[in-house]
């Protein structure tokens, strides 16, 4: 994969283990992975976040 990939990954989902997304970002030769501390696997809010701050801003 070329394309850039912005990931985003909370130590406390309780769907995939944050050791997962750790793995699966370290495959993609591209991708930049932001860890939180908290927050769920998916909300609302955390897309409206992630929308806002990594796929609008400028790189």
Same mark, same amino acid.
């Given at each position: 994969m070329s394309q850039p990939v912005a990931?985003?990954? /909370?130590? #406390?989902d309780d769907r995939v283990p944050f050791v997962t997304a750790e793995m699966t970002a370290r495959l993609l030769p591209n991708c930049q992975f #932001?860890?939180?501390n908290h927050g769920p696997h998916f909300s609302r809010? /955390?897309?409206?976040d992630f929308l806002g701050t990594v796929i609008a801003s400028p790189r």
């Open positions: 990931m985003r990954h /909370s130590r #406390e #932001e860890a939180r809010e /955390s897309l409206d």
